[in-house]
């Protein structure tokens, strides 16, 4: 985190790779395990937000120009 330039440090809680990295340190080399399932939330809520707003999003542009159909 130390290597981060400052405006970076601010949001760097809202980086998915934050929690990745620390998992992986996790796994290999403390095995604190309630940490790693902390991650794994955090990962898994980044994972629903994103599949939420894609699928709102598709289904926006679906709303505007409907896909082609055929008979």
Do not use: C
């Amino acid at each position: 985190m130390e290597l981060v330039p400052q405006p970076l440090q601010d949001v760097y809680f809202l980086l998915p790779m934050t929690y990745t990295v620390e998992g992986v340190h996790v796994l290999i080399s403390t095995g604190d395990f309630e940490l790693l399932r902390n991650d794994t939330f955090i990962l898994t809520f980044f994972l629903l937000v994103s599949a939420i707003l894609t699928w709102h999003v598709v289904e926006k542009k679906r709303a505007v120009s409907p896909l082609p159909t055929t008979s």
